[in-house]
């Protein structure tokens, strides 16, 4: 009897391995197996994650679709914030200076800036027009109404950073 369990045991051990491996061999290529198992059942669990985060995914998707989904909706949402962040900007700003008061309001692909200047000198359009250019602001409309001492100015230009459209915003102030 314990002949016979001696050889089944010595047979279990050589059953599952090659000639010429060891037990020691055999163990690790195990661990191995287990290792890479995880791995596997992570990045499958980490997949399903990710579909679950992707609106209008088909059910049935390849991985390699789901990336290229991913990578699109993070552009788009990458596309949304820069548009939120343009509509930021709509809240009209107001600021008051010695010469007069300014608004900027933008609104998708264009910004519109309304200054009063309260002391209007001649050339006061012209000097304003002048500080979009050294801006690189392209304007695409401007008018300039007249009531006694004061005058109103409205430029139309292309959408504008409020970095940017408050840099303009100070300077047509301390200039016009």
Do not use: W
């Not at 009897?1 to 000639?19: F, I, R």
């Not at 509509?87 to 300014?102: E, N």
């Not at 009063?116 to 109404?145: N, S, W």
């Amino acid at each position: 009897m314990a002949e016979e369990k001696h050889s089944l045991a010595l047979a279990l051990a050589t059953t599952n391995s090659s000639p010429g491996t060891t037990t020691m061999e055999v163990a690790r290529a195990g661990a191995s197996t287990r290792k890479e198992r995880a791995r596997r059942q992570t990045m499958s669990a980490l997949y399903d994650q990710l579909g679950a985060l992707l609106p209008h995914l088909p059910h049935r998707v390849t991985r390699a679709e789901m990336l290229d989904e991913a990578i699109a909706y993070v552009r788009a949402l990458e596309d949304t914030a820069a548009e939120l962040e343009a509509c930021r900007a709509v809240r009209p700003r107001r600021s008051c200076a010695r010469d007069g008061a300014a608004e900027i309001v933008a609104f998708g692909e264009t910004s519109s800036f309304a200054v009063r200047l309260r002391a209007a000198r001649p050339g006061a359009l012209t000097r304003v027009i002048e500080v979009f250019h050294r801006h690189g602001v392209p304007v695409l409309a401007a008018t300039m109404a007249r009531n006694g001492g004061e005058a109103a100015v409205t430029v139309t230009t292309a959408a504008v950073a409020p970095v940017v459209a408050g840099k303009i915003e100070a300077e047509i102030l301390i200039n016009a």
